[in-house]
């Protein structure tokens, strides 16, 4: 069956491609299985040089991969270009890492003891269409360099960059069959990978709902997993905060990537003696947003990624809207960037929206803020705004959350640990911590005596 790729932004198709059903999941398979005895031989010096060149060949060919994405996604080029940037510090970073993860020496009675980190085998990975590039390489960088190799399985929605990936990974010599990009349905390609018996772990993003099919697949085999899920987190907002400052930063981090964005925070809670000044400078900035072609260097936010995914957007938009901006006419899955006044028990703000929708949301007390904070199944995300340094840490440790941000909104980054608490997941992605979820400990004792 046939696979017609679409770009969000005018509903064109820009490319057509063939699915792969079971049979071409088993075959990439093989090949990956084939490949991997001579692979995790290759030694880690050689596995970081070979790394490194896919990362310079990433940068040699950024302008061309960002289009890909941009058109792909319907994201606006400037933050598809900053997303390769990434992809190539990525495979820079873990070019470097591949002969830092040390073994240990361990005391013990008559011999020595040490550890080793030997790689799984074959590792399926299993992407998201939000931000395809970005996310393959957080697994692909600890999966190949920890000597592993791969199948990896973008969505349906976005493949292309992925395919344009596997083409440079070759170029770059790493071997054939060690990095095999396999196209189809999540219910097919994805659904085998989980089942089959030669896969050894599954490094799984995308919905909670999934991430749990996944982890029930994953038990008859007793694969490895790592899963990271959706987010509902707080941007939680102290009145002692720089409130220009926090306002004028919020609507990028609910809005970027059209919400369509794991890390979003797109609960906004409000300390609520300084709730109607930052509710007028949350819309303030969020009106000077500017929606429209991807293609534009100006543009700051796209369409979302499919006409189903609007209409359940849609579907979710309820309560007092504050703020509803515009969209460009015509063709394209447009939906305006949307601020709703909200309780934290309303649907709005217990469902992950995944589209350009804040919920802000008034709390009293540094109390009242960390429960409505956790007041969540998810866990990935959130930012804590305010100048009182001890009130940050103390929010920030009684937080359940994996990524959290103190004055600012920031906390991806390409040498520090990512991941979710409760139902967003666990693992972590990025830093030599990404390393962890793709190598095993193996325990050696070595007698000496006699
Ligand atoms: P999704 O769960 O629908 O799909 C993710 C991937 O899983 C796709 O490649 C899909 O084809 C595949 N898949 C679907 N059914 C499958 C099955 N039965 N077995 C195996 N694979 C299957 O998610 P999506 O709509 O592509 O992405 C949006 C979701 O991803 C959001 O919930 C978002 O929060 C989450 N996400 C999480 C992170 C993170 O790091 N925590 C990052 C980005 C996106």
Redesign the pocket.
């Known amino acids: 069956m046939s696979l017609t790729v679409l770009n969000p932004a005018t509903e064109e198709a820009i490319a057509t491609l063939e699915q792969a059903g079971v049979d071409e999941t088993d075959a990439a398979v093989r090949l990956a299985h084939a490949a991997f005895p001579a692979w995790r031989a290759v030694s880690p010096a050689d596995r970081g040089r070979l790394l490194r060149r896919l990362a310079t060949l990433v940068e040699e060919h950024h302008e061309e991969l960002a289009r890909i994405e941009s058109e792909n996604v319907g994201k606006p080029i400037s933050g598809a270009r900053g997303e390769v940037g990434m992809v190539a510090d990525v495979f820079h970073f873990y070019a470097g890492a591949v002969d830092k993860k040390h073994g240990e020496t361990i005391p013990v009675a008559g011999g020595i003891d040490m550890t080793f980190r030997e790689p799984l085998g074959v590792v399926g990975l ?6 395809p590039l970005n ?1 393959s390489s957080w697994k692909l960088g600890p999966a190949l360099a920890c000597g592993n190799t791969v199948v990896l ?4 929605l976005t493949p292309l960059s992925a395919l344009r990936l596997g083409e440079l990974a070759l170029e770059a010599g790493i071997p054939e069959g060690v990095l095999n990009v396999v196209v189809g ?3 097919v390609v ?2 085998r990978l ?1 089942e089959h018996p030669d896969v050894a772990k599954i490094g799984f ?4 709902e ?1 991430g749990r ?2 982890m029930e697949g994953v038990a008859a085999t007793i694969k490895r997993v790592t899963l ?4 509902k987190s707080a941007n939680v907002v102290f009145a002692d905060a720089d409130l220009e400052k926090a306002a004028a930063a919020a609507p990028y981090a609910v809005f970027d990537n059209a919400g369509q964005d ?1 890390c979003a925070r797109s609960r906004i809670l409000v300390e609520r003696s300084a709730y109607d000044r930052f509710a007028d400078l949350l819309v303030a900035a969020t009106r000077s947003i500017v929606v429209g072609d991807p293609s534009s260097d100006s543009t700051e936010m796209g369409p979302l990624i499919s006409a189903q995914h609007r209409d359940t957007v849609a579907g979710v938009v309820d309560g007092a809207t504050l703020y509803r901006g515009e969209t460009p006419a015509g063709k394209g899955f447009w939906y305006p960037c949307t601020i709703v006044e909200a309780s934290n028990d309303d649907r709005i703000a217990r469902e ?1 929206v ?1 589209g350009p929708v804040a919920a802000l949301i008034p709390f009293d007390d540094e109390a009242d803020a960390i429960q409505i904070a956790n007041d969540t199944p998810y866990g ?1 995300s959130g930012s804590i705004w305010t100048q009182n340094g001890s009130r940050a840490l103390r929010v920030a440790r009684a937080l359940d959350t994996g990524v959290l941000s103190i004055n600012s909104n920031s906390s991806v980054r390409v040498s520090t640990p990512f991941g ?1 608490f409760k139902q ?2 666990f693992g972590r992605e990025l830093g030599m911590h990404g390393l962890d979820g793709y190598s095993e400990v193996k325990n050696v004792y070595y007698s000496t005596e006699g």
């Open positions: 299993i992407v998201p269409w939000n931000f996310i399985k973008p969505a349906e349905k999540g219910s994805g659904q989980v993003t995308g919905s909670t999934v099919s996944v990271e899920l959706g987010g794991c992950e995944f990935l979710g967003s997941g």
